[in-house]
């Protein structure tokens, strides 16, 4: 029963997920928040690895969460359901595409999926944000403000920023340098 539903919650979040691999992150937030298979610490984490490591961080967060729960066969299920629709839905646009590509319904369809794609990579920026710079557990039990805010995270936060804007040098180094100072420093630093 368990890869029945990991194939359905993955094969929902490839279908409805449009943007990229950052547009899934509502999806598996509300994975995690029904299922109970991870915390929305745990996907924080999740994100950080899917990231640094190589390929699509869909793809990746599917074949983590899968094999979190399932083991080998689960990664092998949710990776397979991620990415199932993308290829049904492509495979049928294809066909369908030169018949329709000049009516002005399919191009109209096509420009009203960029604002909802938009939407879906907001919502995700804001729940990754929330989670790394924000403890509203801490908040919650005493009541101090001044603890809610992961200060760390924030200094850290503001540095990259400046440097990478302000200083010509760094604006040019390749985002892999970012990927690995950041995985260093949360290490050190323990956000």
């Known amino acids: 029963m368990l ?7 993955f094969f929902k ?29 745990q996907l924080a984490d999740m994100v950080a690895v899917s990231e640094s490591t190589p390929g699509p961080l869909g793809i990746n967060m599917a074949t983590y969460v899968g094999f979190r729960v399932g083991g080998v066969l689960g990664a092998i299920v949710s990776t397979l359901s991620e990415v199932l629709p993308s290829v049904i839905i492509i495979t049928l646009i294809a066909m369908a595409l030169k018949t329709f590509k000049d009516n002005q319904y399919v191009q109209d369809g096509f420009y009203g999926l960029r604002p909802a794609s938009t939407a879906l990579i907001a919502a995700a920026c804001c729940s990754v944000g929330e989670i790394a710079l924000f403890k509203p557990h801490r908040y919650l039990s005493i009541w101090n403000f001044i603890t809610f805010i ?17 200083v010509p040098k760094v ?20 956000f």
């Open 13 to 41: 979040t490839g279908l409805f997920a449009i943007g990229g691999g950052m547009a899934t992150l509502p999806f598996l937030s509300d994975i995690g928040q029904t299922m109970h298979w991870y915390t929305q610490s």
């Open 171 to 190: 604006k040019k180094l390749h985002p892999i340098i970012f990927i690995a100072i950041a995985a260093v420093v949360g290490i050190i630093v323990k």
């Open 3 to 9: 890869y029945f539903r990991l194939l359905w919650e």
């Open 150 to 166: 992961n200060w760390k995270a924030v200094a850290f936060g503001v540095v990259i920023f400046t440097m990478t804007n302000r």
